[in-house]
Every structure is written in C-alpha cells, then in structure tokens.
C-alpha cells in the first residue's frame, strides 16, 4: 500500500467487489509508483529492514512479495529470499527484477502455503494483512513454515488511521471493510481493506502461536525531507503504518534448528 496520510480519494464508496484488489489490472502503475514513492520507499521498506536487522544467510519469505523490492532488498543484504504473491502480473514484475535470484510462487495467503513446516527463519509480509477479513488460517500458516525460534515481521495500515477518516466513526471494536479508489497515473482503480482495533491484532497473532517481541511506529528516513519536503513533516506527527515483530517460541530443548 502507498496511501499518504491524506483521505483517499473516493473514501468509502462502494466497490465492486470483482474489481477491488484486482493488482494484475495496475501492477505497472502500481510497482512504478512504490519504486520511488515517500511512505513505501522511505519509510515502510526501511522500517522493514531496521526491524529485520542482520540477514545474511537467513530463509526469508516474502508473503505478498509484489513486484519484489523488499525481496531485493533482503537479497542484497545476503538473505535466502523466496517470494509469493497472488497477482500473476506482480510477480512478473518480481522475476524482471530478480532474475533467478529469488524463488517466486504465484499463491494465495488465505490459502495452504507449498512449504514444509519450518522451512524459513523469517517471514516478511509488508502491508498484506489488511486485505484479509480472517487471519486466523494464514497466520496459522506463516507459523507452521516458520522454524522455532523464527520471526514474523509484519507492517498493517495503522488501526486508527481507517478509523479516524471514516465519517461518520465506525465502531472501533470492530473488525469492518472499508473502500475506496486509488489513482496512478490517472488510472482509478477501488480497493478494499479490513481495519481491526489493535487488540483484535495482537490476540490474532498471540492466538496463531506467535510471542509479540515489538511494536513499532516509526518514523520516515531523515533523506525524505530534503526529497518531499511537503509531506515530510505530515508524516512524521501522524500515524499512518504499524509493525509488529513476532516470534516462534524456540523449541522444548531450546534448539533453534
């Protein structure tokens, strides 16, 4: 995702629901714009990577990899990189920019994943549960193929950012779908997210198995304010993103294996 902090354009408006989400329609406009864009390129990636810390040589997958800058990222830091998305287009993109670097999968994350169980140290999923009403089976999944000890590191549209540009307020307790249309170079397209008040979050994580080690609300990499002067200063006093580190309990013995 790479909404600023601003009220989307067409908050709240009824999509299609055959429509909405539909990334292989805008994986072009859509990877152009992430490539390069404040909230995604200064600010979410690298609060990834500061979360993630040293790498090198660790199985990481990227769930909900896109067009794979994250995965290039990580790559490049000398981790094991597999990649998995659900737009065929997004992952083209993906293997134009990493070559046969990174193993990609075409997979949905309400469904089973291809893996065996404790196949990664890390599972990266960058702005990807917010689209999901139910995580319960796809957090169950990331678990199973997360080794003991392991790491799920996890960025959502913040809580109280659906919750405070809706008019009138939903009930925050709640878990509830909201829509709206983003623009790429004139191109509208409608999306559909899922906002959840925090503790729905944390007890979802606590529930799949996983030890909250982190939340996190960081700020935007000091080169943004030269870059975006304007909106530089917005998204330093506003919430926009959260993140969370979970971890894998390490095993009975105490054997990250």
């Known amino acids: 995702m790479n909404r600023l902090t601003d009220v989307p354009e067409n908050f709240d408006q009824p999509a299609d629901p055959a429509r909405a989400n539909d990334y292989d329609s805008f994986a072009e406009a859509y990877s152009a714009e992430n490539e390069h864009s404040l909230v995604n390129a200064y600010y979410e990636r690298p609060a990834m990577l500061a979360l993630a810390g040293d790498v090198a040589g660790r199985r990481i997958l990227d769930a909900g990899c896109g067009s794979g800058p994250l995965s290039a990222a990580l790559r490049d830091r000398g981790a094991v990189v597999t990649g998995i998305d659900a737009s065929a287009g997004m992952l083209a993109l993906a293997r134009r920019r990493l070559g046969d670097d990174v193993a990609l999968h075409r997979v949905d994350l309400r469904d089973r994943l291809p893996f065996d169980d404790g196949a990664f140290d890390d599972v990266v999923a960058s ?3 917010h689209y999901l009403e139910d995580w319960a089976p796809t957090l169950a999944e990331l678990r199973r193929v997360l080794r003991p000890g392991g790491r799920l590191i ?29 623009t790429f170079n004139g191109q509208s397209v409608p999306m559909r997210f899922w906002r959840r008040p925090m503790h729905a979050m944390t ?50 013995t105490g054997a990250d294996d």
């Open 154 to 182: 996890a960025s959502v549209d913040h809580p109280f950012v659906a919750y405070t540009i809706q008019d009138p307020r939903p009930d925050y307790f709640a878990t509830t779908s909201y829509t709206f249309d983003w």
């Open 127 to 129: 702005l990807v549960l």
């Open 203 to 252: 007890d979802a994580f606590t529930a799949a198995g996983f030890r909250l080690a982190v939340i996190s609300e960081p700020q935007p990499a000091p080169a943004a304010r030269e870059l975006f002067p304007d909106d530089f200063h917005d998204l330093s006093i506003k919430t926009n993103f959260l993140f969370f580190v979970l971890e894998v309990p390490p095993s009975a």
